[in-house]
Each structure stands twice: as structure tokens, then as C-alpha cells.
């Protein structure tokens, strides 16, 4: 049974992965990826890297390099990143100061080595969360977990991956725990499925109206299934 069950989300994710290609690596440092989700809010991801370049080109991404650059100035180079660049840029110099305290060599030997201890600090910074966490863990080679974002979480819970609550960290854990059994422990399939994941939710399975008539996961798919069954008439038979 446990074979099954794996098999069905590889299977799913070679689908999504014949559908968009196999996705770039993403970078894989830990203070860098904190950096890359505080330099910008609410942006897509093209934005947001060119963003980061940017930062990382004009003052870097050492935490004494950003911490010596007054914030007007930080606000300045990061300011395509979407709103509020002041309040950004507060941020970067929060990030900046817990690295210089942590030590960047030391959260990057911890992310390997001790991913739960690695865990409980990058929750110290702004703007991750557990799933921020979990990501930035897996990017890094140090997690074995999907670590999905929101849009990653949404394909989960409507394959049939967990529930959806009013609870966002409720309705993660829940996607966490019912993938968790058929989660294989290779690190770059685990990167890809979050990646295509990720993906798929931003074009394809959209939060308000999914596009099923285009997806390639419709079979199996609970929530698919579901409205197919509301909308059969009463007393037919699926498929007829
Ligand atoms: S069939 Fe629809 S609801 Fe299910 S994963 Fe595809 S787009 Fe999302």
C-alpha cells in the first residue's frame, strides 16, 4: 500500500514536470534566501530576484555590508521590490543584525547538521514562518519536507494532501503530515515537487478559479472529483 501511495505523488509530480520543464535550482544559502523574502513584498518572482541582484550587486549580502548602509539608502536599492522600501529595508537591517549574532557559517553549518536547531533560528527572522523555514531548510539540503508555500499548500490540500481550515498554519501542518509517508529522501526530487508545486498553484491551479480544463493532475484530484460529482445529475453514473 505504501508503495502505491508513493508511486501516485511521483507520478504526479513527473506530470507537472513534463507540463513546465524542470526547474533552475534555487539558491541555496541560508541568510542569502532570508534576504531574498525581506527585500520584497507581494511581487512575483522575476521581480523579486531582479530585486535581489540589485541588493546583492550594489551592497552585497554580508550582514555588516547591509548594516553599514543607512536605510534611506538600502530603501533606495531595493525600492522595485513592491511596497513600503523603508519598512523593507528595517527589515534587512533585522536580518543583518541576528546573522551577525547567530554567525552566517553557523547557520549555514546548522541548516546540515542540526536542521532542528537550524529551524528554531531562522523563525527568528522577519518574515519566516514554518513554511519560510522548512523551505529555506530544503533549498539548503538540510530539510527532507516539501516546505510548500502558500500556492504550493493549495495543490496539496486539493489533490487530497491534508485539510483546509480557517487555520493557515493548521491547514500547512495537515499538508505537511499527509505527504510526509510518500515523500521519497532524495533532496532534488524534494526541491523539484516544491518548485512544480509551487508552479502549478501560481498558473494553473489558482486560488479563486482553477483552471482544471487544463491541468494534467485531474485524476485523483479530491477536489476536481468532488465538484464533477456536484455537477453530475442526480442518478447518473460517473463517466456516463
Ligand atoms: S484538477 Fe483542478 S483543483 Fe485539482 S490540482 Fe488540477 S487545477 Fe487544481
Not at 555588516?64 to 523593507?88: C, E
Not at 519536507?145 to 486539493?158: F, I, M, T, Y
Not at 510518500?182 to 523539484?192: K, M, N, Y
Request: aromatic share 4%.
Amino acid at each position: 500500500m505504501a508503495t502505491r501511495t508513493r508511486h501516485h505523488l511521483k507520478e504526479r509530480i513527473a506530470r507537472l514536470e513534463q507540463r513546465y520543464g524542470r526547474p533552475v535550482p534555487p539558491p541555496a544559502d541560508p541568510f542569502e534566501l532570508v534576504l531574498l523574502e525581506n527585500c520584497a513584498y507581494l511581487v512575483d518572482d522575476k521581480r523579486r530576484a531582479t530585486v535581489f541582484r540589485r541588493l546583492k550587486r550594489t551592497v552585497g549580502t554580508r550582514p555588516d555590508a547591509i548594516l553599514r548602509t543607512p536605510l534611506p539608502l538600502l530603501a533606495d536599492v531595493i525600492r522595485d521590490g513592491g511596497m513600503l522600501p523603508q519598512r523593507r529595508a528595517e527589515k534587512l537591517h533585522t536580518a543583518a543584525d541576528l546573522a551577525l549574532e547567530v554567525g552566517v557559517a553557523t547557520l549555514r553549518r546548522l541548516v546540515k547538521q542540526s536542521p532542528a536547531e537550524a529551524r528554531k533560528i531562522l523563525k527568528r527572522f522577519p518574515g519566516i514562518g514554518d513554511p519560510g523555514a522548512d523551505k529555506i531548510l530544503l533549498f539548503c539540503r538540510g530539510g527532507l519536507g516539501l516546505g510548500p508555500d502558500s500556492n504550493a499548500l493549495r495543490v496539496l490540500v486539493r489533490l487530497g494532501y491534508g485539510r483546509e481550515s480557517s487555520d493557515y498554519p493548521a491547514t500547512y501542518r495537515s499538508a505537511v503530515e499527509a505527504s510526509a509517508p510518500e515523500l521519497p529522501t532524495d533532496v532534488s526530487w524534494l526541491i523539484r515537487a516544491h518548485q512544480l508545486l509551487r508552479r502549478h498553484g501560481q498558473e494553473v491551479c489558482k486560488r479563486a478559479r482553477p483552471l482544471c480544463d487544463r491541468c494534467p493532475l485531474t485524476s485523483g484530484c479530491r477536489w476536481y472529483l468532488a465538484r464533477a460529482a456536484q455537477s453530475r445529475p442526480a442518478g447518473s453514473l460517473p463517466g456516463a
